[in-house]
């Protein structure tokens, strides 16, 4: 009897030094965890927020008939912000090549588009974000010089039909590709 008694108080001896333990260590493990999870949260909320104010003020830009520069730059600086904030968002590199195409900067709107379509950002596209990028970029590519890129261009508009993005502007556009190509 003596020595189930010793080894019940053995036993709440280690249970109670391992609650000593836990509730030293652990609420610190877990607070530190909830700041990290907090401090992400924050900085996407604020890259969401210079996200939508950059396409509300290109928004009001392209509304007007010829668009507004300084309303451009505006929102090519808020979205430069959201890009900041999350750099491996997809979609503000998307936005920054469509302000950038209407500024009339050609090139680094191409490069924007080449930035949102690698590696890292083209896993937060689903496959419609996606193919409509490969038609923005193809859209890009044959604006700059139909002669040089239409090979990229039918690459990146072919990827869009396999993706399941059969749209007319992208169909267009291919046929147009082959019909500078002489392929009638």
């Known amino acids: 009897m003596a020595s189930f008694e010793s080894f019940i108080q053995?036993?709440?001896i280690v249970i109670n030094i391992f609650s000593i333990f836990f509730l030293q260590f652990l609420p610190n493990r877990f607070i530190s965890l909830y700041r990290r999870h907090r401090q992400q949260n924050s900085?996407?909320?604020?890259?969401?927020r210079h996200f939508i104010a950059g396409a509300q003020t290109l928004a009001?830009?392209?509304s007007q008939s010829p668009p507004s520069?300084?309303?451009i730059k505006s929102s090519?600086?808020?979205?430069?912000?959201?890009i900041a904030l999350e750099p491996r968002d997809a979609a503000p590199h998307i936005f920054k090549a469509l302000a950038l195409n209407l500024e009339g900067h050609k090139?680094?709107?191409?490069?924007?588009?080449d930035v949102a379509l690698s590696s890292p950002q083209l896993k937060t596209l689903g496959p419609k974000e996606k193919a409509d990028a490969l038609i923005k970029r193809a859209e890009a590519e044959l604006s700059l010089g139909r002669r040089r890129r239409v090979d990229q261009a039918i690459e990146d508009l072919t990827e869009a039909m396999e993706i399941g993005e059969r749209s007319g502007k992208?169909?267009?556009l291919l046929g147009e590709c082959y019909e500078w190509k002489g392929m009638i």
């Open 69 to 71: 520069q300084t309303l």
């Open 43 to 48: 900085t996407t909320i604020q890259g969401r």
């Open 107 to 113: 090139i680094p709107a191409l490069k924007s588009l």
């Open 60 to 62: 009001q830009a392209r």
């Open 170 to 172: 992208g169909l267009g």
């Open 10 to 12: 053995g036993l709440f």
């Open 76 to 82: 090519i600086s808020s979205v430069d912000l959201a």
